[in-house]
């Protein structure tokens, strides 16, 4: 069965700052990943998600993420973070193999603050 | 376009009642989800109807727990004789296919409170 760790359980960083919010998953195909976004009170809205081919992909709100293979790694990132970009951040893992057809597995999540 | 939509947004219950809690998924979508979020458990999946095949209840962490679809489309969690330990947000999505690779369209999320 597929899994995901998200190390960072809070970051806080200064508007203006980069980010990168880190993700480990375990799986053991090529995983199909995902970044999700929650507002507080909210549904969770996809960022991004990588398949295949390039192995950098660009989401919404100017988040991109690049997937490691040898590192079993998908990081989220962004160049520069707006106050707006506070919320929780979830990585996720989907599979098409054996008894987790079809299911997407998630991290813990990670807590973003902004500092003005 | 309408998106998933889910009610009620906030259910208070005692201990011990059973409560229903419903989605409506966008229209046309084959997969439909179910998962509970709990305070800084991230996201636990408990069942996922992937059209007309047999529904994936390997989540459910009790049998008081239970979901229906109706119709391929409305769909409703069941869960009995309520315990504190449920209190919960409980959020549905759909997706246009079944598959890994298909992302997840989230409603709002009911919040469950058991007192």
């Known amino acids: 069965a597929q899994s995901v760790t998200q190390p960072d359980i809070h970051i806080t960083v200064s508007e203006g700052a980069s980010l ?6 375990s799986y053991g195909a090529t995983p ?3 970044w999700y976004v929650q507002s507080p009170g909210q549904g969770l809205q996809l960022l991004l998600k990588y398949f295949s081919g390039d192995t950098l992909v660009q989401g919404i709100k100017g988040f991109e993420a690049e997937f490691k293979r040898s590192q079993s790694s998908f990081n989220l990132r962004k160049p520069s973070v707006h106050w707006s970009d506070a919320a929780e951040y979830f ?3 989907g599979a098409d193999g054996g008894t987790s057809y079809g299911k997407l597995t998630f991290g813990q999540g990670t807590i973003l603050t902004v500092h003005p | 376009g309408a998106g998933v ?5 906030n259910k208070v219950t005692e201990k011990g009642k059973d409560v229903e809690l419903r989605c409506d998924p966008i229209s046309g979508h084959t997969a439909l989800y179910w998962y509970r979020q709990s305070l800084g458990q991230g996201l636990e999946f408990l069942i996922y109807f992937q059209g007309n095949s047999a529904p994936d209840k390997s989540g459910l962490p009790s049998d008081r727990f239970s979901a229906e679809r109706t119709g391929g489309s409305v769909s409703t969690l069941t869960i009995q004789r309520t315990q504190q330990e449920d209190s919960a947000v409980y959020l549905c999505a759909s997706s246009p296919r079944t598959g ?3 992302p997840l369209h ?5 919040r469950l409170t058991v007192t």
């Open chain 2, 100 to 102: 890994g690779n298909s």
């Open chain 1, 32 to 34: 199909y990943l995902f």
């Open chain 1, 91 to 93: 990585c996720a893992v």
């Open chain 2, 5 to 9: 939509s889910q009610s009620p947004s």
């Open chain 1, 20 to 25: 990168e919010l880190r993700c480990n998953y």
């Open chain 2, 106 to 110: 989230f409603g709002n999320g009911t």
